[in-house]
């Protein structure tokens, strides 16, 4: 049911994204060693009529994109089969392929939606690792893919997928014509399904996704001066949350999604401050400096609050209580540390790294070694946003005068570009897993 | 999801977007402000004096400080340097002369770092102006400070040329 608000969401919700909002993925850099895979095409038993690109299609590229996993393409598979009986295992194994998915696309029970039934087999054992039959709402085929990419890549990998996710970012076209236009799409993490949130003429920034991935905090400058909104997905209803004097800016969701730290400059300059999301309970100021306190990370169990301020001459990641007590240096490595998005548990920071002043990076800080090892090669690299199960970095970046998306792995191994075909795409943010 | 209400958020868009209409920005002109006018020239009565920085007509002549409207900084600083000091001068006169005109004091950085903490730096900027028009005695209800980050660049190439003209304050009027 969940999952029928979504696409109803969607479906009607506000404006079509313009056609140069979708987002094309390429992979610039996989793993030596990625795990042969064949994902065989999933047979088609459902009265719908079958979309152009099938299950397993959809699969595949999931699992590539990953960088782990190296599947096989199509054209170059012997067999077809679609039922754990009909897998020849010695034919997988001449071929190298160390698991194969095979499955098929039926009718929903009582006729509502469709199910994709799936099995994941070892080719060596001769095992059945995984065997699931999922039931995804009409129209809603992809994301039932995606949600098969996902128990496929944590039955192998050990960790969660992060293919059912979605992906927030803005896209500027009109740049320099004094006609800009400001766009926040969101689209699935595969770029595919974009839809624009809202469009404006005066810019947009820092979209934050709600814990329960229903609902967007983001900064608009509609009115001409900064405000914080928080926008309902299913609805589109929008919210003016802040709209004080001076900066409103950097929202952060507190894990329990009621509170929303902000950063405001009502007092002369900006501080970190906590609003209730639904405006009940009055505002708490968190810092006191007269030093730039902004872009707030909430902990994994909402107990600290990072965040990054130039106290000490330049900007570094500092973490206090959710009481605004304690306050504590994390970063000491480099000139410039900025915007962090955590993962695993807090244990590591991505951040925007300089240690002069012409390159940013992205970097991770690990807490756990207190080392930081910069993961991205470009000049201005920045606005960090890590894939919920921490498996890779989402960031901005500039190339030949555009802006476009870039994604690397934690281990820095794997590396994708992400492009619109017309103009900048900038402030990426990653949603939590979509249940 | 009601088509009503998808209707009335997009007329308050409509509505917004009208609001914030506001008075074009001219071209910047180059970092380095001109040389004030030479002094002691003869003034006639029916001629425009470009030093009567009272007098709305100077906003738009070419001839008097009035007419330049943009501070710019030095990287990572907030500083009013000295040689831009005069047109904020000017602008303080103006606003004390005419009590119903407004200004945004618009603060916007280069592309450089993170973009809420530039939201920050590019108040530290527009601030910095407000200080000097505060104490010239303009009253704070005529200024305003709107810092735009580095969200709206004049110049968009990634180079120090560049960003030393988007290093700025600008001194926007919305009543004269």
Redesign the interface.
């Known amino acids: 049911m969940v999952k029928r608000l979504v696409l ?2 969607f479906v ?3 404006l079509p994204a313009s056609a140069w909002s979708q987002l094309r993925i390429e992979i610039v850099d996989g793993v030596e060693g990625a795990m042969p895979i064949a994902v065989a095409p999933f047979a088609w038993d459902s009265s719908e009529p079958e979309p152009a690109t099938g299950v397993a299609e959809i699969i595949s590229a999931n699992l590539r994109r990953s960088g782990l996993f190296d599947p096989m393409a199509e054209r170059d598979m012997i067999d077809r089969p679609t039922r754990p009986p009909e897998v020849r295992f010695g034919t997988w194994r001449l071929l190298r392929v160390d698991h194969v998915v095979v499955g098929r696309v039926t009718d929903g029970e009582d006729g509502w939606g469709q199910e994709i039934e799936y099995h994941l087999l070892d080719v060596h054992t001769g095992r059945i690792l995984l065997s699931q039959a999922l039931p995804v709402a009409p129209g809603d085929l992809r994301f039932g893919a995606h949600r098969v990419s996902d128990a496929v890549y944590e039955a192998l990998i050990g960790i969660p997928g992060a293919f059912a996710t979605r992906i927030a970012y803005v896209v500027v076209t009109g ?2 014509t004094g006609e800009e236009v400001f766009e926040l799409v969101v689209a699935d993490a595969d770029g595919h399904n974009p839809q624009t949130i809202v469009r ?4 947009i ?2 979209p934050a996704w709600s814990p329960d991935g229903r609902r967007l905090a983001y900064v608009s ?6 405000n914080v909104i928080v926008q309902d997905l ?5 919210r003016t949350v802040s709209s004080e004097r ?2 409103n ?2 929202p952060a969701w507190s894990p329990d999604g009621r509170e929303l730290a902000v ?1 405001l ?1 009502r007092g ?3 501080d970190i401050w906590v609003i209730d999301v639904d405006g009940e309970a009055r505002p708490r100021q968190l810092t006191h400096h007269w030093s ?1 306190n ?2 707030a990370a909430w902990s994994h169990d909402g107990r600290h609050i990072y965040f ?1 301020s ?1 106290r000490a001459g330049r ?1 570094q990641i500092y973490r206090m209580d959710r009481s605004g007590d304690n306050v504590t240096r994390i970063t000491n490595e480099g000139r ?1 540390n ?2 962090p998005s955590l993962a695993n548990d807090d244990r590591f920071l991505a951040v ?1 790294y ?1 240690d002069g ?2 390159d ?1 990076r992205i970097a991770i800080h690990d807490r756990e070694t207190e080392r930081l090892r910069v993961l991205s090669d470009g ?2 690299d ?2 960090p946003s890590f894939a919920p199960n921490g498996s890779m970095v989402l960031y901005a970046a ?1 190339q030949q ?1 555009r802006g476009v998306l870039a994604a690397v792995s934690a281990d820095g191994r794997v590396r994708q570009r992400l492009v619109v075909s017309e103009g900048d795409v900038r ?1 990426p943010a990653w949603s939590p897993i979509i249940r | 999801m009601n088509t009503v209400m998808r209707f009335a958020a997009l007329v308050m868009m409509a509505a917004l977007v009208a609001a914030c209409a506001r008075e074009v920005t001219p071209e910047p002109a180059p970092p380095e402000p001109t040389p004030p006018p030479a002094p002691e020239r003869p003034v006639e009565t029916d001629r425009l004096d470009p030093r009567d920085f009272t007098d709305a007509r100077n906003l738009d002549n070419p001839d008097s400080l009035l007419s330049q409207r943009v501070i710019y900084f030095e990287f990572d600083r907030s500083n009013v340097r000295a040689q831009f000091r005069p047109i904020v001068d000017a602008h303080a006169a103006y606003l004390r002369g005419n009590p119903s005109a407004r200004v945004i004091l618009e603060g916007h950085t280069d592309e450089r770092g993170s973009r809420e903490y530039n939201l920050g730096l590019g108040e530290r900027r527009g601030n910095s102006v407000y200080e000097i028009l505060r104490a010239s005695n303009v009253p704070s209800r005529q200024i305003e400070v709107v810092s735009y980050g580095e969200e709206r660049p004049v110049c968009r190439e990634s180079n120090e040329d560049c960003w030393q003209r988007n290093r700025r304050t600008e001194i926007v009027y919305t009543a004269r």
């Open positions: 109803l969401g009607l919700g506000l740049l320099g404006n003429t005066q810019p920034l820092s400058f509609a009115t001409g001066r900064s299913f609805t589109g209803q929008m001076g900066i800016g950097a950063s400059s002369g300059s900006p730039i902004t872009e990054t130039d900007p410039y900025a915007r925007v300089s002043d012409n940013f000049r201005l920045e606005s500039r005068g402030e």
